[in-house]
């Protein structure tokens, strides 16, 4: 989903899905979106956070470029041992 499609699939998400939300970083960033993949875990008036694997990300609805709800993380692997 793209633009006011993608706020609204954030505004009705269920809080605990797994999304993926790519959103503009402030004017004079040395790029121009980045992307947050985890947990939808709050909406507020103005925007949502999404838990990712670094911590908690705030977007703003208005930095919002694009969203989709993503699978669940695959189960850790076992790591193979030597022989």
């Not at 706020?7 to 992307?35: N, Q």
């Not at 699978?71 to 850790?76: E, H, K, T």
Request: aromatic letters at 2%; glycine letters at 8%.
């Amino acid at each position: 989903m793209i633009g006011p499609a993608a706020v609204r699939f954030l505004r009705e998400a269920p809080l605990g899905s797994r999304v993926v939300v790519r959103f503009a970083l402030p004017e004079g960033a040395e790029a121009g979106a980045t992307d947050a993949l985890g947990e939808l875990v709050e909406r507020t008036e103005t925007g949502c956070t999404v838990e990712t694997m670094r911590g908690p990300v705030v977007i703003v609805d208005t930095d919002v470029i694009a969203a989709k709800p993503v699978p669940p993380a695959p189960a850790p692997r076992e790591r193979r041992r030597s022989a």
